[in-house]
């Protein structure tokens, strides 16, 4: 079955970019989501992209998709202590209905 | 818009009760609801699909009995966690899905179930 992956933690200073990777294995994956969780809440839906596209950008998010290598990518412009958090990205493979969710990165924002 | 809401936030009981969460849609459809546990500091497992008005398909490894789901109506599903031990103890979040594959989840903020 699909594999995702991502590192577990990222620190980056306020005011610089991050940049938050995601490696799967299933070539068919079709809808490729960023999820972000605070401490002891739900997921929430931040952007998402289809396996035809390559970028999409959306205000301060921007994620790229490189479909050869599997590889997807958030990178969050001018990060802020508000962004401290947990991000999952999450893929749909073929014709499965369900997501499979990657490990989590932590984001820890430092002033 | 999109917005999944999940009830109760938190609860408390002793061993051996049946405790009932709620998860509606408010302000769209939802044709597909999922149910997920979530250990301290690990991703999302995936419990449960259910389809409105149809019996839910659970994942291997996850008793059917011990985890009822009802999806009665396109704006709520249950999960109810029948003769609830300390391991059941966990976070559950749900989350809805209006239409299709191609369409994105959108979760609830949670329940934190803390059986005595």
């Known amino acids: 079955g699909e594999d995702v992956e991502q590192s577990l933690f990222l620190s980056v200073r306020e005011g610089d970019s991050s940049v938050i990777n995601c490696t799967y294995t299933?070539?068919?994956?079709?809808?490729l989501y960023w999820y972000k969780q605070e401490p002891g809440a739900g997921l929430q839906l931040l952007t998402y992209i289809f396996s035809n596209m390559d970028m999409k950008q959306d205000q301060r998010l921007t994620v790229l998709l490189n479909k050869k290598d599997k590889h997807l990518s958030l990178r969050i412009a001018d990060t802020q202590t508000g962004d401290s958090a947990i991000y999952f990205c999450a893929v749909v493979t073929g014709t499965a209905s369900k997501l499979t969710f990657g490990t989590g990165t932590r984001l820890q924002v430092t002033l | 818009g999109a917005v999944v809401s999940q009830h109760p936030s938190w609860v408390i009981c002793k061993s051996g009760t049946s405790v009932k969460i709620e998860c509606r849609s408010l302000d769209f459809q939802a044709t597909t609801m999922f149910w997920y546990r979530q250990f301290p500091k690990q991703s999302l497992m995936l419990m449960a699909t259910s389809n409105e008005g149809s019996k839910a398909t659970y994942e291997q490894g996850v008793e059917k009995d011990k985890f009822l789901i009802n999806h009665a109506s396109l704006t709520l599903s249950t999960l109810t966690v029948t003769s609830a031990h300390p391991e059941d103890s966990s976070f559950y979040i749900c989350?809805?899905?209006?239409?299709?594959?191609?369409?994105?989840?959108?979760f609830g903020d949670g329940t934190r179930l803390s059986i005595l």
């Open positions: 989350s809805a899905r209006q239409g299709a594959i191609n369409q994105p989840q959108h």
């Open positions: 299933d070539s068919s994956s079709t809808y």
